[in-house]
């Protein structure tokens, strides 16, 4: 099979799909099967959560935003506080995660008074607009959200210089810089953020930013990248490495185990590579029968996909019907 990536800019493409909003890797762990829910910690607990959060930008907090129950406990444990911008903002993105627009002002106010979280939030929630149980609370506001971005990365926040370097490079909501888009994404790459590490080893790949082709180089960062959860970056070397690279530092089976477990965790990418592979019997042994049940994984998109290969439609189990079958034998 032949690469099908070919060089800039469809590489630099591919970074959209790694967007700041995307830099968690729990986002990825979760993309599967929900894990039960946790009990909601004390109202303490909640709160120190949150300003944990704050305070430390590499503590998660796309997490418990996504966690009304611990939220709302949040609340009630961040209600007193001695006024500090940081335990202010903490209260702001609990009562936020709890569906409450009270919330906002208090992010606004510590973003304003200097706090690295709430910049990038604040950023990240103005370029589409924030809503909260279907009302609009932040409108989209590019020359803010930019003004926000900067403040944030130049304060030293990872995923804000990470995410103002995509700006950058890409240059839809500002002025393109491949030499600013660097520089940030050094910045961040050096915080260890994956998607950085990303965009950095597509830069020396392709010479970008007046920087020499390094294949040694960007295959070093690219593999860091996988190694900390980024699923582009994994699906990147699982390509390269069924398409013949010898430079990935991965054996086939490596990227055979690298591109299941990424389809099965519903990854389209992975979805098309592995399903094409077992296709065509690259690398593996011919099996069009697992080919399309990799295919379905990929739900409608697996079906575009699966036509794309000229094979006709494709057909996939209905998961519902064992499961009801199994009632009526109840």
């Not at 611990?70 to 007193?80: F, T």
């Not at 919330?103 to 990038?120: D, I, K, N, T």
């Not at 950058?168 to 590490?197: M, N, S």
Request: aromatic share 6%.
């Amino acid at each position: 099979m032949t690469n099908p990536i070919a060089p800039s800019p469809l590489y630099f493409g591919l970074l959209r799909l790694t967007a700041p909003l995307a830099a968690s890797v729990l986002a990825v762990a979760l993309a599967g099967a929900p894990a039960p829910a946790a009990e909601a910690p004390s109202p303490a607990a909640a709160c120190a959560a949150f300003r944990d959060a704050v305070r430390d930008s590499k503590a998660p907090m796309a997490p418990l935003l996504e966690r009304p129950d611990v939220a709302r406990q949040a609340v009630i444990g961040c209600r007193r506080h001695d006024g500090a911008p940081e335990d202010a903002a903490a209260l702001g993105f609990a009562l936020i995660a709890a569906g409450e627009a009270g919330g906002v002002p208090l992010v606004r106010a510590a973003a304003e008074a200097g706090v690295g979280e709430a910049q990038y939030w604040l950023a990240l929630w103005s370029k589409d607009g924030l809503a909260l149980d279907g009302r609009a609370v932040l409108a989209p506001n590019t020359v803010d959200r930019m003004r926000l971005l900067r403040a944030a990365a130049e304060r030293g926040h990872p995923l804000a210089q990470a995410a103002l370097g995509a700006a950058f490079l890409v240059g839809e909501e500002i002025a393109q810089d491949v030499e600013q888009a660097l520089y940030w994404h050094r910045k961040a790459a050096a915080q260890d953020v994956p998607h950085a590490l990303l965009a950095l080893g597509m830069m020396h790949r392709n010479g970008a930013a007046g920087l020499a082709p390094d294949r040694e180089k960007s295959m070093d960062l690219i593999r860091r990248a996988a190694d900390l959860g980024d699923a582009t970056a994994q699906w990147l070397l699982a390509l390269w490495t069924t398409s013949g690279s010898p430079h990935t530092g991965q054996t086939i089976p490596e990227a055979l185990d690298a591109l299941e477990r990424l389809s099965k965790a519903g990854d389209m990418r992975a979805v098309a590579t592995l399903g094409g592979l077992y296709w065509y019997g690259h690398d593996v042994p011919q099996d069009r029968a697992y080919a399309r049940e990799i295919f379905c994984r990929g739900g409608k998109e697996g079906g575009v996909a699966f036509e794309a290969l000229g094979a006709g439609p494709l057909t996939c189990p209905d998961p519902i019907a064992p499961a009801l079958k199994k009632g009526d034998e109840l």
